[in-house]
């Protein structure tokens, strides 16, 4: 076959930049009765070590649900939150635990996570509150339930004049649901704030180290910026539901804090559901298709979360190339454990299937963060690239995304990744929804030059590396 001429982009990073795999602990309405932490707790292990026991190959970050008293009591998803101190230990809302359970069990869970050196992150909805009672409110003429001063915890008892409208701003464009919005540059509101996010971060309180900020388009970057500033977590990250990557890009350098890959994730969407084949696979190089291509550093890539689900066909092509490419890739609970994707579920089961073995591939070949050279993006059905190595043991790989619809495909490509010249290549990963082509591709050699040809089935992926490994 006529070996095909390569690009090769100038993306190569710091592995420590964006190392490791996320995942979201949570969906949306997990089973109610205040069993969540403990049902999170036991998966614990098995998400540090997930290709075997002892292994150092899995997770490095979990994130967890709201966890404060929210206006729903033991049936709410803690996005309306009511009592910011009351983590499930107080009897307010028609319960004492909250929809995930107690205090006692938050902390349990919290503590079996970072005895396996798994970071927990905080979900921190402050764009707004609920649950306070009726009171006259000045600034409206009228009656708001902005009344805070019968919390159980006995702090944070803000009154309307935390909310807009108020003597600060008559009026806030990231109001939500209908929920009292609050007023961040009201002093007594942001140093209360500040204050519960450290007391988050006691082990005596919950035990958080890093920080996801919730619906963060209704209230100023500066924000973001200043309360990290002030709680110093290991890592942050906004929801900022936008897929224009300049846009990400400014509120990431505004915030100083990552921010969720929405532009990615509705560009997989197109590629991955479009099953005849008609998604055009390059464009996950795009800077104005991919915040990761754009800015790998800030990036935290998803193939589904809580809020969307919209991925419903070949959905591993999607974590193929999220777990092997740049950015912060983050697993989701539900697509892990629910819909089977841990060992290929829909897209084939066994060795070689499943987000176990690309986070291994991620974790051991690429040394845990993946340092991209771009070799083939000129056919629309496929897409090769590679991972610098870093040592023999952590030799790097070349990974194979082809979403057309019947045809395996691939090309000569020519790596500059001098671990994988003069060895034969073994997919270590691989997949195909495609009836009959979901099996392991052939062995290739890599020359002395680094060229070699590299191939994936229909609507599947293939991850290779050094044999032998």
Not at 25 to 54: C, E, H, I, Q
Request: glycine share 12%; proline share 4%; aromatic share 18%.
């Amino acid at each position: 076959m006529k070996r095909l001429g390569f690009l090769m982009v100038g993306l190569l990073v710091g592995s420590s930049m964006f190392a490791g795999v996320m995942m979201q602990g949570f969906y949306w309405d997990v089973p109610a009765g205040g069993n969540w932490y403990n049902t999170m707790k036991s998966k614990a292990y098995g998400l540090r070590y997930m290709v075997g026991s002892g292994t150092k190959y899995g997770i490095n970050r979990i994130w967890f649900p709201p966890v404060s008293k929210a206006q729903g009591g033991g049936y709410s998803m803690g996005y309306d939150p009511h009592d910011y101190y009351d983590l499930g230990q107080y009897y307010q809302d028609g319960t004492t635990e909250t929809r995930f359970g107690s205090q006692a069990e938050l902390k349990a869970a919290i503590a079996r996570y970072r005895s396996y050196g798994i970071d927990c992150m905080a979900d921190i909805v402050i764009n707004h509150r609920s649950g306070g009672a009726s009171e006259y409110n000045p600034y409206t003429g009228g009656n708001t339930w902005t009344d805070f001063r019968n919390v159980a915890s006995g702090k944070a008892k803000w009154r309307y004049w935390a909310f807009h409208p108020n003597n600060i701003h008559w009026y806030d464009s990231g109001s939500f649901g209908g929920f009292p919005d609050v007023c961040h540059d009201n002093s007594t509101v942001y140093n209360d704030i500040k204050t519960w996010m450290n007391w988050l971060k006691s082990t005596a309180n919950a035990g958080f180290k890093s920080w996801r900020w919730d619906y963060v388009k209704g209230f100023s970057p500066t924000i973001v910026k200043n309360l990290n500033a002030a709680t110093s977590p290991t890592f942050s990250v906004g929801e900022y539901w936008d897929a224009n990557t300049s846009t990400l890009d400014w509120w990431a350098n505004a915030a100083n804090s990552s921010v969720f890959d929405f532009a990615l994730y509705y560009t997989l969407k197109d590629i991955c559901n479009n099953s005849s084949g008609g998604g055009y696979l390059p464009n996950v190089f795009d800077y104005s298709k991919s915040f990761a291509a754009k800015n790998p550093w800030r990036a935290v890539t998803f193939v589904g979360n809580h809020d969307t689900d919209e991925i419903y066909r070949d959905k591993m092509m999607a974590y193929a190339f999220i777990l092997t490419y740049q950015g912060y890739p983050c697993i989701w609970w539900k697509d892990y454990y629910n819909y089977g994707l841990a060992t290929g579920g829909g897209a084939g089961s066994g060795w070689g299937n499943g987000i176990k073995q690309l986070v291994w591939c991620r974790e051991k070949l690429g040394g845990g963060g993946p340092q991209i050279e771009i070799l083939k993006s000129n056919d629309g059905d496929v897409i090769i690239y590679g991972s610098k190595g870093y040592s023999t043991s952590s030799p790097g790989y070349i990974v194979v995304i082809n979403d057309h619809p019947s045809q395996w495909k691939g090309a000569w490509v020519r790596t500059g990744n001098s671990y994988l010249k003069n060895k034969t290549l073994k997919a270590y990963a691989w997949s195909s929804t495609v009836s009959g082509q979901n099996v392991a591709p052939q062995n290739k050699y890599c020359d002395g030059n680094g060229w070699v040809e590299v191939w994936a089935a229909p609507r599947g992926y293939a991850v290779y590396s050094v044999n032998g490994l």
